[in-house]
Every structure is written in C-alpha cells, then in structure tokens.
C-alpha cells in the first residue's frame, strides 16, 4: 500500500515551459486535492476533485489544469510556467466515507522552480 | 470570507520548556479543526477536534478546542528537539480545507 505517490520530486523548469506533475494514489480515495506551500503563506489549495469526471478551483487555481479521469490519479498541469510558480506542491486525499473524513493523507511533496 | 489564523508564527524554546500554539478560526458551519505536524516532508495528522472543552492527547502532546471562542490549543510538554517542526492547523469548509500560516517552533538542545 502505497499511499499518495507524488512525481517528480525535484523539477526545474523555464518561464514559458509546460510540465505535468503526477499523482497517484491506492487507497481508493473519493476526494483528491492539490496544494501549494510557500514560505509565510502555508498550505493554500489549488484545485480539488470529489470522484472521477469531477474538478473544482480552490484557492489559487491560475496558471494550472486537472483532471480526473480514474480514481487514482489527479494529475497537476501547468501550461505555461512562470517564476510566481517556484514552489513545493503537495497531493492529498481523503476517504470521504471514513470516520476520519477530513483528515487528509499526503504525498512527500514535488519542489518546483521556475526560473 | 473563511479565515485559520495562527500564532505565534515563530517559537523559540529550550528543550524541556513547555509551549503552546493557537489557532483561530471564522468558519461557517464549523465541523472539525484539525492540527498536522510537518518535518522536512509532508505534513502528518496529529490531532481532530469536533467537541468544545474535550481535550485530545497523544504523548507529550495535546489539544483542545473551544467552539464558542473559536479557537483551539496545541500543548507540547517537556519538548524535544524532534518536536521542532512546523505545525499547522486546518478547518474543513464544504470540500475544502482551509490551513493556516502554520506555526514554525525550533527546540534548542
């Protein structure tokens, strides 16, 4: 079992290009999310997913696209990076039928710079 | 607009000081508080608090909650240096959670 897998973990990419971070995970968690952390702002919630064929913005959502078309991936795209985008993502999911709904399991984190 | 407000936002103690974070909340429709702790990595699941005045305790740790002055309480006894972290709390709303600054503590040996 191998929880919230994160890809890559390091990325360094050029204002302008495009890159997709992966994330997968095999718990069979409805809810899938992603966040952004930067240094004084915590963790602030980019875009999120409650099931398969289903997204919504969160907090911060320009500059990126998901999607979900199985249950166990919510890939990150950013179509066109720029330097505002250095920073560390992190993939979460929660069971939503749980008693524990809520309490979201993360992935290790993918530090992207954008130069 | 949904708000977790923490402090202090940087804590410095000696290892075997006692200390306390906090959080403050202005959620509607308020359900849980959660509180993580994060090392190097990801954040790990401390604490859930739904009921005011019932306090959570795992170790050394401990929280609290307080619906009617919306806020809620971590304590961490005779600290350690692995205690140094960041910690942070979050306050579901819908399908979403709001976390907070977080609060960085450092234990000095």
């Known amino acids: 079992n191998a929880g919230v897998t994160q890809t890559p973990k390091f990325q360094v990419l050029k204002t302008g290009q495009s890159m997709t971070l992966q994330c997968a995970q095999d718990?069979?968690?409805?809810?899938m999310s992603w966040y952004r952390q930067d240094p004084g702002m915590g963790l602030r919630l980019i875009h999120y997913s409650v099931g398969a064929g289903i997204t919504d913005q969160g907090e911060v959502p320009n500059g990126y696209n998901v999607s979900r078309s199985t249950t166990e991936d919510f890939p990150l795209r950013l179509l066109s990076a720029a330097p505002s985008q250095t920073s560390v993502y992190f993939c979460a999911s929660i069971n939503l039928r749980s008693s524990g709904a809520n309490v979201l399991t993360f992935g290790a984190g993918s530090r992207l710079t954008v130069l | 607009e949904d708000k977790v407000v923490q402090s202090p936002l940087s804590l410095v103690v000696h290892e075997g000081d006692t200390v306390t974070l906090n959080c403050s909340y202005e959620v509607t429709n308020f359900r849980s508080l959660l509180w993580y702790k994060q090392e190097k990595k990801a954040p790990t699941f401390l604490f859930m608090l739904t009921s005011s005045g019932i306090e959570k305790k795992s170790g050394r740790l401990s929280s609290i909650l307080d619906k009617k002055e919306l806020f809620s309480i971590l304590n961490i006894t005779a600290t350690q240096t692995g205690d140094s972290a960041i910690y942070l709390c979050?306050?579901?709303?819908?399908?979403?959670?709001?976390f907070g600054t977080g609060t960085r503590l450092t234990i000095i040996p």
């Open positions: 979050a306050v579901p709303y819908n399908e979403k959670l709001t």
């Open positions: 718990m069979n968690h409805e809810y």
